[in-house]
DNA sequence: TGTACATCAGTGAACGCGCGTTCACTGATGTAC
DNA sequence: TGTACATCAGTGAACGCGCGTTCACTGATGTAC
């Protein structure tokens, strides 16, 4: 049994070994990852994953000892990644919360879109329909973005209640995800100009106008 | 080989015999979207799919010959059913053009999801990525979305253009399949109340808002 | 400094299984004459 | 009305293949004493 789930060291590795398996496991992943964006879900295989990084089909499995355990560790990477995306969008110190919401809308839309990430998030929807693990991480990260959303759309219209706030962060979300549909055709994924420009307008719409 | 794909028959079936392989046919289709919706595309086969349709697997392949062409009918029925649902939206004669916007709104919004329908876009959506011929349908499908919602947005406010309309179209294709991500929780999948009226005045300004 | 030992990392073969597809075949139905 | 024949519909067995998983094994690395 080369792979076990809880390790129970009675010494420890040196930091050397410890990257090594970090950067194995990194590997590992990007390799998944790339073969999932190129063949799909259906045909994502640990031989193709294996071959993919360089190693062994035994040696994944030393450290993902099952098909699963890839996908959920590929799938968490990507929603840590995304929600870390948002939250550096909000950040952006010393700005007008204007300013923040236009930098923001910056990120998202003009974004060259890291490679996969769209392919990786039809799959995930896909998954998510099948998979009760999935769809609560999935939902998870949803509401957060609904959230984020929300606060940034206060932060420019005060006069908001948070409840509402939230909603159309919702409406935001969906709307930034659903663009994905339009993004397929043409090589580098990128919106057309003037439909960006449309968004910009809904969102400056959807930020100003008073609550209900 | 019992299938054949282009059959020239010397003279002509009776038209009982072809409304039978008609049903047959949508038998099959049912079934394939029952187990498409159910276990995912990773876990469609011709085994389940005939099974599902009480025949055997020899039978199936007589009506469809490959996997391949039962996944190419199956996806082009859902998407035909689609476009007709738009069409039937956008036709509610006799009506005003905001009451008919009010009434396509509704229909959306407020639609209990035909069995699994969005379950199969998911699918369809992930293997549009990977599949030549799926995207080219799918992206037809939503420019046909996004032209159906500009014509009734120009309906509703005749001043705008009519490529400004079909971009504010594919803006609501964008936010409504969008919506599907916060359909997921909650049993029939219905959106909360307070979100459907922040959809509805969202779209309400988009249609009464002036060009740019 | 040497030895014993545990863990880390990796190898390679084998397993049973479900898959898409191929194929030869049978019987039912319908048409031609 | 009968016969010959083509097509329609369906059956059942077999194929080779790639799959996830199991397993016994080897060598490298690091720690304890």
Redesign the interface.
Known sequence: MPARREPAPRHRAGTAVLAKGRERRTAILDAATAVL????????SLRKIAARAGIRLGNLQYYYATKADVVRALLERWLVRARDAIDARMAAHGASPAARLDAALDGILADAEPAGST?VF??L??????DPDV?TA??GF?ADY?AAAGTLLRAVNPVLDA??AR??G??L???????S??R??SAPHRLPP??V???R??VR??AT?PG?
Chains 1, 2 share one sequence.
């Open positions: 964006v190129e063949d799909g879900y259906g045909q994502l392919r039809w799959e929807w896909a998954l998510a329909a099948h769809a999935t939902d949803y609904a409840a509402t909603r159309r919702a409406l979300a969906s709307l930034f995800e659903g663009l549909l339009y397929r055709r003037a439909l420009d449309e968004v307008a809904a719409m959807l106008a209900a």
